[in-house]
């Protein structure tokens, strides 16, 4: 390091100053990355809780776009298919049936055509209506995951946006250390080149003096 260098503040104190504004930088950074984990960590957890009814909501479309037929025939018939051989159904079929034909059995009618029609009429009835509810369910299993979906979506949205705030927040900070960082050396610079002129001045003074006294000795 040459004499110049120290005059002018490139060294010693600059170099402090270099080092404290890389450590700070360094701060920064870390404090960022364990805020960016926490934040989608965070997210992740709370992903968690939405993913089954996000699921459970594409499944339900899925079974309403092939009772519909919008996913092929075989899709729609498959889908009939199960509905017609559901345990559930068919339970609250037989009851159905079973009370007309008790209630024509006690009036000695059991085989008549009035009853025929009359189990005809009511298991057409329970088929409808079990398949409309079943339909409406899907529906409603629909508007939960789109629901869960959105929620997700926006927590998501939120998410990077918290850390994309942060980034700018730190680049802000990291290049107005790299501005302070600046004016710092050159202020110790302007200082250094002041005291170089005096010193300079006080020599020419010191010499112009000597001179004279030398020339009237």
Do not use: C, W
Not at 206 to 217: I, L, Q
């Amino acid at each position: 390091m040459g004499f110049l260098d120290k005059v002018f503040g490139s060294a010693g104190g600059n170099d402090d100053l270099r080092y404290g504004n890389k450590k700070a930088n360094e701060f920064l950074d870390q404090g960022l990355g364990q805020y960016t984990n926490q934040l989608n960590s965070g997210l992740e957890d709370t992903a968690a809780y939405y993913d089954p009814y996000i699921t459970q909501g594409l499944d339900a479309s899925q079974l309403y776009g092939d009772a519909l037929g919008l996913n092929g025939l075989d899709e729609q018939q498959g889908f009939y298919s199960n509905f017609q051989n559901d345990p559930g159904f068919q339970e609250s079929l037989n009851q159905a049936l079973e009370a007309v034909q008790g209630s024509a059995s006690a009036r000695g009618g059991l085989f008549s055509g009035r009853t025929q029609k009359s189990l005809f009429d009511t298991a057409q009835s329970a088929q409808l209506g079990a398949y409309q509810n079943r339909l409406n369910r899907l529906q409603g299993l629909q508007g939960s995951g789109q629901q869960a979906s959105s929620q997700l979506g926006n927590l998501t949205y939120g998410t990077n946006q918290n850390i994309a705030d942060a980034k700018f927040g730190v680049n802000q900070q990291k290049a107005a250390g790299i501005k302070g960082l600046q004016n710092s050396i050159a202020s110790s610079r302007g200082s250094g080149f002041s005291k170089f002129l005096n010193a300079g001045g006080q020599l020419a003074e010191a010499y112009a003096t000597g001179g004279k006294s030398k020339r009237y000795s």
